[in-house]
């Protein structure tokens, strides 16, 4: 009797094969999930001061200076 192992049996070295691609393709959208994020906020900043008030921004600047004990006098 000649018995052989299909290849559609999951066997233990299957399974973690397939669980490390399905890790990996977890980390990759995690991944590009923030990068997006990123982005976004990067335009989202350079959008909201670019319509800002000089004074407005300018004070914003002067404040954070101030709050990283940055000498700017």
Known sequence: MNTQVSSQQPTA???QSIDTHSTELVQAD???FQS???VAFGLAIIVAVG???M???HNAAHDTRHSL???CH
Request: aromatic letters at 12%.
């Open 36 to 38: 997006v994020l990123t």
């Open 30 to 32: 995690a991944s590009l």
């Open 51 to 53: 319509f800002l008030p």
């Open 69 to 71: 004990a940055f000498p």
């Open 55 to 57: 004074n407005v921004a």
């Open 13 to 15: 070295k299957n399974a």
